[in-house]
Nanobody
């Protein structure tokens, strides 16, 4: 079992930055892939970024490439999402997710087995 706890959300103006954190607890050494998803009001949850903890390969949604960076600190067992040059369309609840498997498509929810409760991000214009 794995428990995930997000933090770091808040309100910023367009062009600003936030650094989201997702602390991982439990059988963390079995985690293969972690990801960040977001859900805006009235919209479906979408994949934002993912990282393979072995190869460190990263994947990003086209809408965030060049602005958001996903990373994982093995020593602290924390997943990060550095968000720069933020836009109002980044406003959403952000969730981190984890899986022990190495199968599935990174931006699909069903790829992941463990989810955090989310942290709210609001970007004003």
């Amino acid at each position: 079992q794995v428990q995930l706890l997000e933090s770091g959300g808040g309100s910023v103006q367009a062009g600003g930055s936030l650094n989201l954190e997702c602390a991982t607890y439990g059988i963390t050494h079995n985690i293969q892939i972690m990801g960040w998803f977001r859900q805006a009001p009235g919209k479906e949850r979408e994949g934002v970024a993912a990282i393979d903890l072995s190869s460190r390969r990263t994947d990003y949604a086209d809408s965030v490439k060049g602005r958001l960076t996903i990373s994982y600190d093995n020593t602290k067992n924390i997943l990060y999402l550095q968000m720069n040059t933020m836009k109002p369309e980044d406003t959403a609840m952000y969730y981190c997710a984890a899986t022990f498997r190495r199968t599935g498509i990174w931006y699909r929810e069903r790829t992941f087995d463990y989810w955090g409760q989310g942290t709210q991000v609001a970007v004003s214009s």
